[in-house]
């Protein structure tokens, strides 16, 4: 793993991951050379899917990249990861998990052993130092059968009595406690983490509907009309995420040019690694069937429908329909 640490270049720390996703069986998105939106690589294996950010300083995650990784794990029941080489205050060392805004962070070498090797990291980064996860149905176990007060415990670990009850009650520890514990009690206390643990929560959208204008809006609107939830993006190649019962469509809007369809040939091929569906909704039809397998549909022929499966009759015709623009 020493080896790694000469990468200094995003876009080798990105391709390294591609590798190691791929050789770890995952189905990888395809490389996208767009700078402003919130991740860099999609990726899939089985039922787990992941939306990962590459940062050689993990300082440079912003706000509103967090958001939106918040949005986008939410909404297509993802695990948002960030993988770095360093922060202001040095690099990031293996076998740690850190955080920023709520996402979590791993170094490429952490990141590396644990889908090659099965190397877990135990210590995570949290204000005030470096914590682990307690085992604690067996540190109460052990205490129960040694005849210890929470009291004596707590003297041995240096801790309050209090804190002994925290820890029983599944909360971690600063690394220096489990080690006192651990040696005193002669047993194994440290659970291992998964970086890719994430438990979703309700995030709202960084920008709600309200705030679009023009064809943005026209499309999202007509699509709450027709039942349809709409997830507004601002950082990702599509507008929205868009959900009618157990149809999940990547929604790109825009014009028939060659920007459009430069941008939803990438999202043709998140899609794909999603599992998802995607289309594109423009003003007024023309010459487009679809592009890169994404059905293109007019604002008109939305208004003409009745209801989502009709929406969705549509998607999969034109789907089918050969690629002609």
């Not at 590396?112 to 995570?124: A, K, M, R, S």
């Not at 091929?269 to 397998?293: C, M, P, Y």
Request: glycine share 8%; net charge negative; hydrophobic share 40%.
């Amino acid at each position: 793993m020493r080896a790694l640490r000469g990468i200094v270049k995003r876009d080798e720390l990105t391709q390294k991951v591609r590798e190691t996703l791929a050789k770890c069986g995952f189905f990888v998105s395809d490389p996208h050379a767009i700078q402003s939106i919130a991740f860099d690589i999609v990726a899939r294996r089985d039922n787990k899917l992941l939306i990962l950010k590459t940062l050689s300083n993990v300082d440079a995650l912003s706000r509103e990249d967090a958001d939106q990784l918040h949005v986008l794990a939410d909404v297509l029941r993802a695990s948002p990861v960030v993988i770095g080489l360093h922060s202001s205050s040095g690099e990031l060392e293996e076998g740690i998990v850190y955080s920023r805004f709520g996402i979590p962070i791993v170094s490429l070498a952490t990141f590396t052993d644990y889908l090659t090797e099965g190397v877990p990291p135990f210590v995570y980064a949290a204000p005030g130092g470096l914590y682990v996860r307690i085992d604690h149905q067996a540190l109460r176990a052990l205490r129960e059968e040694r005849e210890l007060s929470l009291g004596a415990l707590a003297e041995i670990a240096g801790v309050s009595r209090k804190a002994i009850q925290m820890y029983e009650g599944g909360m971690g520890a600063m690394i220096d406690v489990v080690e006192r514990l651990e040696a005193y009690l002669r047993a194994p206390l440290a659970l291992p983490l998964d970086p890719f643990q994430y438990a979703p929560e309700r995030h709202e959208p960084v920008h709600p509907l309200v705030r679009f204008r023009g064809l943005n809006r026209d499309v999202f609107s007509l699509l709450e009309m027709l039942g349809y939830s709409v997830v507004p993006t601002v950082k990702a190649p599509f507008e929205a995420v868009t959900r009618g019962g157990e149809q999940f469509l990547l929604t790109g809007v825009g014009h028939e040019d060659a920007t459009t369809a430069r941008r939803i040939q990438i999202v043709s091929n998140i899609a794909r690694v999603t599992e998802k569906r995607s289309v594109l909704f423009v003003d007024h039809r023309r010459r487009w069937e679809n592009v890169g397998g994404s059905p293109v549909i007019g604002t008109d022929e939305l208004r003409e429908a009745d209801d989502t499966e009709e929406v969705f009759e549509l998607i999969v015709e034109r789907s089918r329909e050969k690629e002609r623009r």
